[in-house]
């Protein structure tokens, strides 16, 4: 590893990745890739872990990319993508960029229009989970008590303020 083979920036499925990163930190940049399923590329393609993403070759790097692009070419467990028996295919995959953002967006399209409990709160901008909604998750104006006065019997007049009735009344 000389300073000639070293680049500062590596493009990896179309996102810029600094030079300087080790190869897991590196990977946990791209959209859709976290620090588990980085480690298990470096694994599976026999990759030194404690190399900075610099120093890759261009056929590492494509191997990267081909691994990314088609995860199933390396037979990893179901549990480690992040798309599990999709609604439409039923195939699991793994989503990367773009397509992570697009596909929840359409999963939350899907659920508005089936009128779905989910889709409901999601309509409502509400939270989804069970979380619970009395005091957090409030948007817009904050909330606050009106500070007042007593509360008056009914039929009861108002007090006068101590030291009003001297300053109506004429000094004799």
């Known amino acids: 590893m000389s300073a000639q083979d070293y680049r500062h920036i590596v493009r ?3 996102k810029d990745i600094p030079g300087d990163k ?17 480690n298990a590329i ?24 081909k ?16 798309r599990r028996k999709d609604v439409e295919t ?21 659920e508005k229009l089936s009128n779905s409990w989910r889709g409901f709160r999601h309509t409502y901008g509400l939270k989804v ?13 904050s909330v606050g008590v009106k500070k007042g006065g007593k509360v008056l019997p009914a039929g009861a007049a108002p007090a006068a303020a101590p030291g009003a009735e001297a300053a109506a009344a004429p000094a004799a």
């Open 129 to 141: 989970r069970g979380q619970r909604t009395r005091t957090t998750g409030r948007k817009g104006a």
């Open 22 to 38: 080790k190869i897991s930190v590196g990977l946990t940049h791209i959209k859709g890739v976290g620090f588990n399923f980085a």
């Open 12 to 14: 990896i499925v179309g």
């Open 90 to 110: 039923g195939v699991t995959t793994h989503l990367i960029t773009s397509d992570v953002a697009f596909t929840v967006r359409n999963d939350i399209e899907r």
């Open 67 to 82: 691994t990314l692009k088609d995860p199933s070419s390396v037979n990893f467990p179901s549990w480690l993508l992040n």
């Open 42 to 65: 470096i694994g599976a393609l026999g990759l030194n872990p404690n190399n900075n993403i610099g120093f890759l070759t261009e056929s590492q790097v494509e191997s990267i990319e």
